[in-house]
């Protein structure tokens, strides 16, 4: 394994949060090549709420005590996954990712997953071949999708959608435990509880659920409002579920129904990722009309399909 004896590795410290964040936007913006690198992602912030968030780890990379780098280390039960992983652009070609990554995976061994993860550019050789020298395995493609519902979208199809955040604060917790119970059956373990709390606790967000006779058929993970991962102007669907089996594609449409209705509420478009080995799912999205933006690739530690299964109707993307 290269190493780059310079570089040291420790947590991510409140004081370094702000410049780790423009190191996010001028990495990303330098490789897209962006005229404006920095201004990657425009008012989004993919580093703060999260290293906020206590389902996540933020490892910093530093030179002689200066921060050259940075990854976000985030967990859902069973499932692991990470990034942004970003270098300072001077410092790229060093080995600063490969001492970053070797306790990234120290890190997720430690959780004891099932499966980790990871979203990549597929047509950048540099990062499929980086990822893949430590366990991790491309499959399908992922595509990141955006939708702008119609205002009409205000007043969706069947029962009206619950916001978790109007949910009484005695009962909330009790809400968190049937979207537990829902992802379990997706995947032994998949568990977002803490992602929740953490959207709540911090206001950057909204769980938008869909019950019949009130049993959870499904919620969203929708990330919006100045300083969270959506920003002002879109409802970045994090993570979104229905119940699999007989109804589902019915139960998915009033899922992405849902997510139009509060998007609309709250004047923003919506982007979601979902994984192409979910077929259903990204059928029902683009008869929905979403359209995708970007696509790149999951990639598996250790090879398999997680939950990137035919039979699984989930949304996310694991940025
Ligand atoms: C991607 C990024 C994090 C890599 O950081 P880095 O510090 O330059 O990477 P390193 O020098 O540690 O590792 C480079 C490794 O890529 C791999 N690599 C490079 N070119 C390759 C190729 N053509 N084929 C296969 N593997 C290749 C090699 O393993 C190489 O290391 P090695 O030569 O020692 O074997 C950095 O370029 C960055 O910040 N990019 C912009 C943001 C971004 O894309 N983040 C990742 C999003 S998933």
Redesign the pocket.
Known sequence: M?K?KAVRIGLLRESEVEEAAR??RL??G??LGLPEPTQFMGDRDLMTPRWRARNTKVLAARIDGRLV?SNVITRWGSFGFF???????E???????????EDTVKVLDGWKLRQSG????AQ??????????FGFWPGYLTALMHYAPATSALAPNGSTPVLLSSVKKSQREEAIRGCARLTNRVDKGLDLSDEIRAVLAQGVGEVVMIESRSKLDGFAVCMIGPGSEGGAKTCYVKFGVVRGGDGADARFDRLLDAIDGFAVSRGADVEAGVNLARRAAYTRMRAHGYKTMIQ?VAMHRPHGDGFNRADVYVMDDWR
């Open positions: 290269t780059n190191i996010v990495a990303f330098t490789f780098g990034g942004p992983l970003t270098v300072l652009p410092f790229w070609d060093h080995g600063v990712a490969q001492r970053l990554l990871l979203f990549t550019f950048s050789a540099k990062h499929v071949g980086l990822y893949n020298k790149g």
